[in-house]
């Protein structure tokens, strides 16, 4: 038994100095052979790849904090739901047109410049309604951002300093959690570890604290355009 210890040792100490402390002891825990940065772009172009996921959680827009949950395919169709202080409203887009429908507080926080007369009325013909509009409408680029998905992952391509940590689960799906300091406070990624390794949750704490989801991938987004009298062309009325 000693010699064996002895043996260890040595070959321990001589691996060592012939190379800096560094290969002769294999790295241990999810992505060996990866740094925090390289998983971090791994999992960032593995969504990249989803046909489709759903991304929800809260945001900081222009000093505003804003709760969002959006399900958005690579194909351009999406649906969800923005929410603030100042109203909320709903999206639905595909191939060809893109669909509005917002609550009255939000058409008011939007039209303080206007006479209350003429914001009144604005405000009982769209509040509650789908509003039409074709998705080419260069007025739109703001909400055709929010169903492009390489739009939603630019947050995520600086990964660099990414270090390391324990291991968790996200709902029910173990990860790997990866810390970066930045200027905005301390970024937290969590990485699926098994199958594809999609970035599941993104956090990040500071004056703007911030928590994103990623789920649904490649489900299908339910983006059917809505019928009815509830909706109003734009188009048509001018």
């Known amino acids: 038994m000693r010699t064996a210890h002895r043996l260890t040792v040595t070959t321990a100490l ?28 791994k999992s960032v172009n593995a969504l990249r790849g989803a046909s489709s996921l759903t991304v929800s959680g809260s945001v900081w827009d222009e000093g505003k904090p804003l709760q969002l949950n959006m399900a958005v395919s690579k194909a351009g169709d999406c649906k969800g739901s923005i929410s603030s202080k100042e109203g909320s409203f709903e999206l639905i887009r595909n191939e060809q047109f893109v669909f509005i429908k917002a609550d009255e507080p939000f058409y008011r926080s939007q039209m303080k410049d206007l006479p209350k007369e003429q914001a009144d009325e604005a405000v009982k013909q769209m509040a509650g309604h789908w509003l039409k509009s074709k998705a080419s409408d260069p007025d739109l680029k703001e909400v055709a951002d929010l169903c492009d998905l390489d739009q939603l992952l630019k947050e995520f391509e600086d990964s660099k300093g990414a270090q390391k940590g324990k291991t968790t689960t996200v709902g029910g799906q173990e990860a790997l959690t990866l810390t970066t300091k930045t200027t905005d406070g301390n970024e937290t990624l969590l990485v699926a570890t098994k199958g594809e390794p999609y970035l599941l949750k993104a956090t990040l704490d500071g004056k703007e604290p911030a928590e994103i989801s990623f789920s649904g991938f490649n489900q299908p987004v339910q983006a059917e355009a809505p019928t009815g009298k509830d909706v109003i062309d734009t188009e048509q009325a001018g």
């Open 14 to 41: 001589a691996c060592a100095a012939a190379l800096g402390l560094t290969g002769c002891f294999q790295p241990s825990g999810p992505f060996p052979d990866l740094s925090g940065s390289q998983v971090a772009d």
